[in-house]
Each structure stands twice: as structure tokens, then as C-alpha cells.
């Protein structure tokens, strides 16, 4: 550990001329920092991969060439990393040239020039400077690391919690169906009742972890770039697996536009429409069958989707807070739910850097919109 | 001997192979461990007026013992049908059904594959091993007796 965090912290000098190089380093040295010379612009790239808090480079060892090697070099850090670099410029009289050179140089990123000669206090003020920056960039990386873990593990939990979860929560559905079957002749009605809430619970419970799961899947997305699928058949999908809801409820759906090509995986856009056309039926009013309008259009690049209903709209006060985890706001005699359903929709469409957000008045319907990339 | 009644051992003994022959009993090898999934099966095989010779194993190793078995043992009759869960101790489901895939003798027998996995990797994973169907452990009793239809659709197709 002690090493790596040693060769995290070490300043790489780059100064092919005479003994610039040594004197550097014995200024660095003198604030307890380690140096690592490198004698040639290949053996800097070497170093910088291995690990660098910053570097020191005279300017006279970027050449075009170096400079074009080190860009991609740069570019492709993670994205918490932006090593700092500490150029020496020539000094004297600002030049065409000169000030050709220092926009060159600039590209190069975290760049800070300094003016030779420098006093070697100058110079340590520089990597002072540059070592706490990088401190920083190093915190990112450890709290997004955390990050990572934590959804992994949060995807790791889900996965096991809702299928050894609902190894005896299927027991629990099984026998109590079988004591209905042998022995409900033996049991009086209040016993029945109890049977049927063991029943109408371990259901409840089976959804639940349903939900609980498509949470946790929905932060996992693969890094490559997506091929764009068709809307249209996502929204097939999800149909599909409302027909029962639909058909129950007399709902009409409507796609009042095309529906575009997104780049998103198919199940999860599925899931998105799902979630919201079922809360749209889930959520009528008492008087009117359920009517639901989509369509989609483009904004900025992105594809705006709008999911319109005519059911009993949301309060002003709840449309951030409908979009939590395990947030309700009727009780679940009135209307069933997890109150995971926005919370799923919410993450899916964030992993995409999408938004999604709702517009409504109560009693005039609600309208769910939100984007994604095109 | 068996202690189960209700579970029989496939035997290659000729005159065993001749009485089923009689008999027509359908040959059902269940690979399940969990319990409360055996008893539904029954419950199943019994609702469904299935009346099956019934072979079970609880675990994968077993289940790549048999099919071991049926490949050197000329006399080894391959099963109807095989029920097999996915989540099994040692060997899981997928690796018992892509031996039996590759089994020189038995690599047809009709498979349904049972889990409580929503997964669709699953299923696709088990339409690839050509599964005859794939059946989601329901946590309703009723629901879990639809698997008797399965059972008799995969039974007479044969």
C-alpha cells in the first residue's frame, strides 16, 4: 500500500538539458515529495502510467512529436484524473513564437507555465499546489469507487434477497393453498380468512421483491455504446403486459406520435412505459375509463416522452417525493403498490442520462414526461 | 430398497422394462432439492391424473450420475420426461441439461425446466438447450397445478 501511494504522490521531471534535472529534484526532495527522473519523453509516458502526482517538464522537451504523444495519453485518463503538468518555459521577451508555443502547451490540460529562471521557492509553491489538486482527483476516485461498490453490492443484495427470499415465500404459498385444499372443511370462517390473508400477503410480499430486484437491475448498464432500438417495440412489450389491466379497466392507449429509435436496452425502456401506463390505469378516477396518451418528441438532441393520463392527477406538493423509494401517497387498500414503480422509472432513465419529472393538477390528470439520448 | 412408494428407481432389468411396457407408465426423472417443490410436484403429477413412474433426484451430481448410467447401460431405458430446477446443489440445472444434450443415447428426452428465477437470461438460456418449456415456480398453489398441462403436453408430443 505504501508504495503505491509513494509512487501516487511522486512529481516526474522531464529536463533533458545538463544538471536542471538534478537541481529540480533536490528542490522537490526538500518537501519530503519523491522524484522520479525520466530521462527521455518515452520513459515519461512509462512513468505517468505507473503513477505521478504531477510532472515537471522543460519546454524544450516538448517537441511536436512529444506532444502529440502525449495528448491521447491525457485524454484517455478515467475521468476523476487530470494530472497536473508544470511546464518551464524559456523566459525573455514574449515572442510570436513564445506565445505560439504557450497555446500548444495549454492543450495539454492542467497545465501551469512558469517563466525561467525560477527561484526554487516558486517551484515549490508550484508542486505544492499540484499535489494537493491531485489529492483531490485521488478522493474522487475512492468516493467513485465506493460508488461502484456500493451499486454493485446494492444489485448483489437485490439479487439474492428477492431469490432467497422467495424460496420460503413460495413454501408459505404453497402450504397454505394446500390446507385450503385438504382441510378447509375442517376450518370455520374466521379460519378461512386467515388463510386468505396468509394468501393475499405472501402475494403482496412476491411483488415486492419483483420490484425490489428491477430496482437494483436497472443501475446496471453495459459501458459500450448502445444501438439505438425502436420505442415502438418496447411499448409492445410493456402493452403486452398490461392486457389484463387494460382490458379490466376499459383503458384506451394511444401513441400520438411515431415513436422514435433511443439508444437504452429494450427491457428497460419496456419497464419505463410499464410503470408509467400502469400507474396511469393504476391511478383513474372513479367516473371515466382510463384514457392514456403517448408520444414523443425531440429536443436538444434528446427524445422527450410524455405519458398523459385523465386519472386523478398528483398534489404540486408530491412531485419530487413520488419519485422515492417505498413513497406512497394512498393507502394500499385504495391503491396496491410497492411505491418502487417511479423510484425503478427514475433510476432507469438517469443510468441514461435522461430526466424524467411530472406535470399535473389534481383531478386533471397527470403528465409523466421524460427523455433520453436519440 | 426405496422407502418412497411413490418414487421408483429406473432399473435396466428386463423384466422391470417389460412391465412398464404393459402398464404404459410414463417415466418422469424430477431433479429438485427443495422439498415444498417435491411435494407440489406430487400434488401436481396426482391433480393432473398423471400416473407416472417417478424417479427423483435431489441434487445435480446424481443427476449426471443417471445420465452417465443411461449412456453405458444398453438396457437403461431413457426417460419421458425429465422436470429439472435450475437452482440445485453442486451442479445446477443448466450443466445437467447440457450433458443430457450431449448424451449418445438419451439427448432428445423432453425437458421442462422449472425455477423461481424471472431472469429472462434463464429462459433464453434454457430455450438454447432446447427446453421443452419453461416454468416459473408460481407462489400460489392453484397456479403451481398449470404445470400439470405442461407435463402433458411435453408427454404426448412424445
Given at each position: 500500500?505504501f508504495?503505491?501511494s509513494?509512487?501516487e504522490?511522486?512529481?516526474?521531471?522531464l529536463?533533458?538539458?545538463?544538471?536542471?534535472?538534478?537541481?529540480?529534484?533536490?528542490?522537490?526532495n526538500?518537501?519530503?515529495?519523491e522524484?522520479?527522473?525520466?530521462s527521455e519523453p518515452?520513459a515519461?509516458?512509462?512513468?505517468?502510467?505507473?503513477?505521478a502526482?504531477?510532472?515537471?517538464?522543460?519546454e524544450?522537451a516538448?517537441?511536436?512529436?512529444?506532444?502529440?504523444?502525449?495528448?491521447p495519453?491525457?485524454q484517455?485518463?478515467?475521468?476523476?484524473?487530470?494530472?497536473?503538468?508544470?511546464?518551464l518555459?524559456?523566459?525573455?521577451?514574449p515572442?510570436?513564437?513564445?506565445?505560439?508555443n504557450?497555446?500548444?502547451?495549454?492543450?495539454?490540460?492542467?497545465v501551469?507555465?512558469?517563466?525561467?529562471?525560477?527561484?526554487?521557492?516558486?517551484?515549490?509553491?508550484?508542486?505544492?499546489?499540484?499535489?494537493?489538486?491531485?489529492?483531490?482527483q485521488?478522493?474522487?476516485r475512492?468516493?467513485?469507487?465506493?460508488?461502484?461498490?456500493?451499486?454493485?453490492?446494492?444489485?448483489?443484495?437485490?439479487?439474492?434477497?428477492?431469490?432467497?427470499?422467495?424460496?420460503?415465500?413460495?413454501?408459505?404459498?404453497?402450504y397454505?393453498g394446500?390446507?385450503?385444499?385438504?382441510?378447509?372443511?375442517?376450518?370455520?370462517?374466521?379460519?378461512?380468512?386467515?388463510?386468505?390473508?396468509?394468501?393475499?400477503?405472501?402475494?403482496?410480499m412476491?411483488e415486492?421483491?419483483?420490484?425490489?430486484?428491477?430496482?437494483?437491475?436497472?443501475?446496471?448498464?453495459p459501458?459500450e455504446?448502445?444501438?439505438?432500438?425502436?420505442?415502438k417495440?418496447?411499448?409492445?412489450?410493456?402493452?403486452d403486459?398490461l392486457?389484463?389491466?387494460?382490458?379490466?379497466?376499459?383503458?384506451?392507449?394511444?401513441?400520438?406520435?411515431?415513436?422514435?429509435?433511443?439508444?437504452?436496452r429494450?427491457?428497460?425502456?419496456?419497464?419505463?412505459?410499464?410503470?408509467?401506463?400502469?400507474?396511469?390505469?393504476?391511478?383513474?378516477?372513479?367516473?371515466?375509463?382510463?384514457?392514456?396518451?403517448?408520444?414523443a418528441?425531440?429536443?436538444?438532441?434528446?427524445?422527450?416522452?410524455?405519458?398523459?393520463?385523465?386519472?386523478?392527477?398528483?398534489p404540486?406538493?408530491?412531485?419530487?417525493t413520488?419519485?422515492?423509494?417505498?413513497k406512497?401517497?394512498?393507502?394500499?387498500?385504495?391503491?396496491?403498490?410497492?411505491g418502487?414503480?417511479?423510484?425503478?422509472?427514475?433510476?432507469?432513465?438517469?443510468r441514461?442520462?435522461?430526466r424524467?419529472?411530472?406535470?399535473?393538477?389534481?383531478g386533471?390528470?397527470?403528465?409523466?414526461?421524460f427523455?433520453?439520448p436519440? | 430398497?426405496?422407502p418412497?412408494?411413490?418414487?421408483?428407481?429406473?432399473?435396466?432389468s428386463?423384466?422391470?422394462?417389460?412391465?412398464?411396457?404393459?402398464?404404459?407408465?410414463?417415466?418422469i426423472v424430477?431433479?429438485?432439492?427443495?422439498?415444498?417443490?417435491v411435494?407440489?410436484?406430487?400434488?401436481?403429477?396426482?391433480a393432473?391424473n398423471?400416473?407416472?413412474?417417478v424417479?427423483?433426484l435431489?441434487?445435480?451430481?446424481?443427476?449426471?450420475?443417471?445420465l452417465?448410467?443411461?449412456?453405458?447401460?444398453v438396457?437403461?431405458?431413457?426417460?419421458?420426461?425429465?422436470?429439472?430446477d435450475i437452482?440445485l446443489?453442486?451442479?445446477?440445472?443448466?450443466?445437467?441439461l447440457?450433458?443430457?444434450r450431449k448424451?449418445?443415447?438419451?439427448?432428445?428426452?423432453?425437458?421442462?425446466?422449472m425455477?423461481?428465477?424471472?431472469?429472462?437470461?434463464?429462459?433464453?438460456?434454457?430455450m438454447s438447450?432446447?427446453?421443452?418449456?419453461?416454468?416459473?415456480?408460481?407462489?400460489?398453489y392453484?397456479?403451481?397445478?398449470?404445470?400439470g398441462?405442461?407435463?402433458?403436453v411435453?408427454?404426448?408430443?412424445?
Open positions: 500500500m508504495r503505491r509513494a509512487l504522490m511522486r512529481v516526474v521531471i529536463t533533458p538539458v545538463g544538471r536542471d534535472a538534478s537541481l529540480l529534484a533536490g528542490t522537490v526538500a518537501l519530503s515529495v522524484t522520479t527522473i525520466a518515452e515519461l509516458l512509462e512513468n505517468l502510467s505507473e503513477g502526482g504531477c510532472a515537471i517538464l522543460a524544450e516538448l517537441s511536436p512529436a512529444v506532444i502529440a504523444d502525449l495528448q495519453y491525457l484517455a485518463q478515467p475521468p476523476w484524473s487530470d494530472i497536473p503538468l508544470i511546464v518555459t524559456s523566459g525573455g521577451v515572442t510570436r513564437r513564445s506565445r505560439d504557450a497555446r500548444q502547451l495549454q492543450a495539454l490540460g492542467n501551469s507555465l512558469l517563466e525561467r529562471p525560477v527561484r526554487p521557492d516558486t517551484i515549490q509553491s508550484a508542486v505544492r499546489a499540484s499535489l494537493r489538486a491531485r489529492m483531490r485521488y478522493e474522487v475512492s468516493r467513485q469507487e465506493a460508488l461502484v461498490r456500493a451499486n454493485a453490492d446494492l444489485e448483489q443484495f437485490a439479487h439474492s434477497a428477492s431469490h432467497d427470499l422467495r424460496e420460503p415465500l413460495r413454501s408459505i404459498g404453497v397454505s394446500l390446507i385450503e385444499q385438504r382441510y378447509a372443511a375442517s376450518l370455520d370462517e374466521c379460519g378461512r380468512d386467515f388463510l386468505a390473508q396468509i394468501r393475499a400477503n405472501t402475494k403482496r412476491a415486492l421483491l419483483d420490484d425490489l430486484l428491477s430496482y437494483a437491475q436497472a443501475s446496471s448498464i459501458d455504446v448502445l444501438e439505438p432500438v425502436h420505442a417495440k418496447s411499448l409492445e412489450v410493456a402493452l403486459n392486457a389484463g389491466a387494460i382490458r379490466e379497466s376499459s383503458a384506451t392507449v394511444t401513441t400520438d406520435s411515431e415513436m422514435p429509435l433511443v439508444r437504452i429494450e427491457s428497460h425502456l419496456s419497464q419505463v412505459f410499464q410503470n408509467l401506463i400502469g400507474n396511469a390505469i393504476k391511478y383513474r378516477n372513479d367516473t371515466t375509463p382510463p384514457v392514456v396518451q403517448l408520444s418528441t425531440r429536443a436538444n438532441g434528446d427524445w422527450v416522452f410524455r405519458v398523459a393520463d385523465n386519472g386523478i392527477g398528483i404540486p406538493a408530491y412531485k419530487e413520488i419519485f422515492g423509494l417505498f406512497r401517497l394512498h393507502t394500499n387498500t385504495k391503491y396496491t403498490g410497492s418502487m414503480g417511479l423510484a425503478i422509472c427514475q433510476r432507469i432513465v438517469e441514461y442520462r435522461g424524467i419529472w411530472v406535470e399535473s393538477e389534481p386533471y390528470g397527470a403528465n409523466f414526461f427523455t433520453l436519440g | 430398497m426405496n418412497n412408494p411413490d418414487t421408483e428407481r429406473i432399473s435396466s428386463p423384466s422391470q422394462v417389460e412391465n412398464r411396457q404393459q402398464k404404459a407408465r410414463p417415466q424430477i431433479i429438485e432439492d427443495n422439498p415444498t417443490d411435494l407440489m410436484l406430487q400434488e401436481t403429477l396426482s393432473s398423471i400416473d407416472a413412474e424417479l427423483l435431489e441434487d445435480g451430481e446424481q443427476a449426471l450420475e443417471l452417465a448410467r443411461l449412456e453405458t447401460d438396457l437403461a431405458t431413457c426417460p419421458d420426461l425429465i422436470l429439472l437452482n446443489p453442486r451442479t445446477d440445472g443448466f450443466q445437467v447440457a450433458r443430457l448424451n449418445n443415447r438419451c439427448a432428445n428426452v423432453a425437458v421442462i425446466v425455477t423461481s428465477s424471472a431472469a429472462q437470461e434463464d429462459r433464453a438460456q434454457a438447450l432446447q427446453a421443452q418449456a419453461y416454468f416459473q415456480k408460481p407462489n400460489d392453484n397456479e403451481f397445478l398449470k404445470l398441462e405442461l407435463i402433458n411435453a408427454l404426448k408430443r412424445k
